[in-house]
């Protein structure tokens, strides 16, 4: 039960909007591309078990897609579970082949992600992924998910004061970053330009203060990554990253219900006291709808078993769930990367862009490399495998974003509106 | 057949042209195209290859029954808003909650009351891209809203106000459609005071901003829907 888990192995089949191959065609891929730079894999011999991560049923009218992609894979008769908890499900299904592994049952599990998203129309799109909202209460007015995390923004705006212009740089960060990574959308579509504030600034509005440049993209893509037993981690590395520390949490599924939310209240005093005078203090003032308490429970449930009390010192770097740019900012102050309210200092000191204290997003994660849902943290994860494992400048053929002698790193995924959050701390052995 | 009851008290009853709709919409094709595009796991390493695509149909009607809640629903109808009050710990929901989910009161069930026709704009966005369904009526105002005394707050749209104009706090009047038809867009809210200036959110830059974002996306909608096209702002 004491047994370590490690990271052994990722791989990424590009995001893009189409991707015309199968599903199960994007998922052979990434998982061949593990396989060609691990040959200790004996596979499908030394996989015990696998989860599969996919987020929607609707978005390519198939249930069960994991029966497909398994026996596609060759990996019959082997144990498998599909996981599915919206914008949660890849770093969920992470967890869950973590705790497989910690339970003593099986050594060595698989997880595959995957999701195509460009089978239907945007609009349509935009409904069905909304269809994870509360389709009797939420879903009908038609703000859907822009919508929504549009009002949690307005509202973390109108407490906090953080402006259009830093969401935007949020934006252009994270695009920058994009144009290194060959696996993203933003580089397959718009190539390998910097783009400026001012450009954000140009980009579609979709719901203020969000603009096309600050969300997530539809994207079709696959990820893997293969967890093991510290007993049989060494068959296949010399170099594993460790899992040391885990968190999971949730909120509610309507983001209104959380003003006076009970079960928040006086959770995290230190959050509560810091609410400025601007606005009437609600019954429950963290996080009700400026911040995300999935995202903190989930977090601080993680640092506890990884033994951090200071994050920014602690972490090296951070791959982030930024489906919208104000989620990234709102996300620095519930992962105490800084105290409530001080999100926006962060992005005007640059800490967390290329070469600050820490840098979030060097993928340049959902609104650049892209967001196949199911398997977009799966990939953040493997692009954080190759970080720790320094093969990021060989994967990336260029050492703009490769880090040098990085020890830990931080994956957070969340689903919904923040109803589900999960947070991966690694380690380099 | 879904929901066979013992007595239908009162209906409107649905048009079962949705029924023959549901039953097209089959999942076999209609179209297809013998594309060409893009094969490769990264975008160093890309070939070309040809592709056949099909265009594949879907629809559904659901028998959907809003179970405890359907008071709510049934109130809308008689342009009546309710709310659930918990009898233990006082608390009124809106949207209601048959059972309270406050710790202390262990999932008491809940009862009815009728609630003012008032609110507080909670938070809010200024929509300029939505989903199918509602793309006729873009630009659209989203808010959340307090009802007087409520623990929770409802999704809504916000009418008759410009969105510069909208902020945390902002009374609003609570409105309903004229044939309503048994969901939540049954209800609207209209500002109740005169927009305080002062408390904008928005700089003057940003306003300019917006009003250009706002007229563009007036002209796409215009463009896309012709006369069927329904802005709900008026700049
Ligand atoms: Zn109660």
Redesign the interface.
Known sequence: MSNRVAVVGGG???F?N?R??LHEE?CA??V??MLADNPNIDYPKDIDAVIYSYFSDHLA?QLCFHWIIHDYLGLLPKPAYRVESGGATPVDALINAYMYIKSGIFKNVLVVGWEKMSELDT??V??FI?AASDT???F?????Y??YY???E??H??LYGET?EDLAKIAVKNHNNATFN???QW??QHGTAFITVDDV?KS??????YRAYNCAMISDGAACMLLASEETAKKFTDSPVWITGIGLGTDTM????R??N??YKGLYPEDETVYPGV??KT?APYPE?ANFGSIRTSGDMAYKMAGIDNPVKQLDFAELFNPYDGVELTEYEDLRFCKRGEGKTLVREGVTEWGGELPCQISGAHTAAGHPVGATSIAQATQIYWQLTEQTANKW?TTARALSGAQRALLQGHGGTGCQSGVIIFERG | MTYRPKKIVEAWEYNKQWDEWARQGN?SPVGWRW?E????????QLST?N?L?IQ?P?ASVYHHS?GM?SRFFKGLIEKKLYGAKCPKCG?IYC?PRAHC????CRLQETEWVELPLRG?V??????????????K?LP?I???V?VEGC???????LMKIN?WDV???LKVNINFVEHPKG???DIYCTPAETPDPSKR?MTQE?IE??KN?MQ??KEWVVRKFGSEAKPSIEI
């Not at chain 2, 595009?37 to 160093?44: I, V």
């Not at chain 2, 909670?122 to 793309?135: D, G, K």
């Not at chain 2, 623990?151 to 749209?157: F, L, N, S």
Request: proline residues 11%; hydrophobic residues 35%; aromatic residues 14%.
């Open positions: 990424i089949s590009r893009d189409p015309y191959e994007l891929e990434a061949k591309e009218g609009p349509k935009n409904e909304a009797d209460w939420d009908p007015v038609g703000g859907y822009t919508g549009a009002v949690l307005t509202r705006m109108h259009e060959p696996y993203a580089r397959s600034f579609r509005l979709i719901s203020w203060p309507r983001p209104g219900d003003v006076d009970p079960m606005s009437t019954a709808m053929k | 999942w594309v595009g893009p094969k490769g796991y990264r975008l160093d290859a592709y695509v594949r879907h809003y809640t608390a949207p989910w406050n710790p202390e507080e909670h938070t809010f966005s200024v929509m300029a891209f939505s989903a199918t369904p509602f793309l009526t659209f989203i808010a959340y307090r623990c929770t707050t409802v999704p809504t749209r969105p902020y945390p706090g969901d939540i867009m959110m940003q901003r917006l974002d563009k996306v």
